[in-house]
C-alpha cells in the first residue's frame, strides 16, 4: 500500500487504524475529563484561538445558543449530521484545517453537558466540533456540573486508592508475623 497513491474516498477500514483513533479519542476524552476536575471550566483555554472559535460558532450555529442553550446543554446529533447540519459543519471545519492542530480527528462528546462521560452520554465528532462546544459550554458555565462531578469523582478515587494500599499493608504486616 505504501507504493500506491492513498485514496480515502475508497479506503476500506482497516481494524488496526480503527483501533488506533478509538485509543487515541479514548485519551483524548479521559485528559478532558481530569482537566475538568482540576480547572475551572470558565477558567479553561483549549487553543490558542478559543476567542475565534467561539465567536465564529455563535455566527454559524446562532440555534446552539437559543432555548437557554440547548443544543450546548444536550447536542442534537440528529440535527448536526443532517443534511443541511452535515454540509454547515463542513464549511465550518474547513476553516481550521490550517488553524487548529488534528482539527478534523475524531473525538468524544459527552451529549449531556450535566453528565460525565459514559456509553450512553457520549458521541464522536471531529476535534474542532469538540472544541467549538467545549469552549462554549465552558464559557456559559454548562461545564460547572461536569466540574463538580469529576471532582467528586476524584476524591472516591483516593479514598479507595488509600483503603486500597492500608489493606495491602496490613496484609504484608500480617505475612511478617507468619
Known amino acids: 500500500m505504501a507504493t500506491q497513491q492513498f485514496d ?29 476536575e482540576k480547572v475551572s471550566p470558565r477558567d479553561l483555554k483549549l487553543t490558542k484561538i478559543d476567542d475565534e472559535i467561539y465567536e465564529h460558532a455563535l455566527q454559524a450555529f446562532p440555534e446552539l445558543v437559543e432555548n437557554d442553550n440547548a443544543k450546548l446543554t444536550v447536542i442534537d446529533e440528529e440535527w448536526m449530521k443532517s443534511e443541511s447540519g452535515k454540509a454547515r459543519w463542513r464549511e465550518f471545519i474547513q476553516l481550521y484545517e490550517k488553524k487548529v492542530k488534528d482539527y478534523n480527528f475524531g473525538s468524544l462528546i459527552r451529549t449531556d453537558a450535566r453528565q460525565e462521560y459514559s456509553e450512553t452520554n457520549t458521541i464522536f465528532v471531529t476535534r474542532i466540533q469538540f472544541y467549538t462546544y467545549e469552549i462554549a459550554r465552558n464559557r456559559l458555565g454548562l461545564n460547572d456540573r461536569a466540574h463538580e462531578i469529576a471532582k467528586e469523582e476524584a476524591v472516591k478515587e483516593k479514598e479507595k486508592a488509600e483503603k486500597e494500599k492500608a489493606r495491602a499493608e496490613k496484609e504484608k504486616a500480617k505475612k511478617r508475623k507468619n
Not at 10 to 23: D, G, K, P, T
Open 8 to 36: 480515502p474516498k475508497n479506503a476500506q477500514n482497516l481494524v488496526e487504524i480503527e483501533e488506533r483513533f478509538a485509543v487515541k479519542a479514548v485519551e483524548h476524552a479521559q485528559t478532558y475529563w481530569n482537566l475538568l
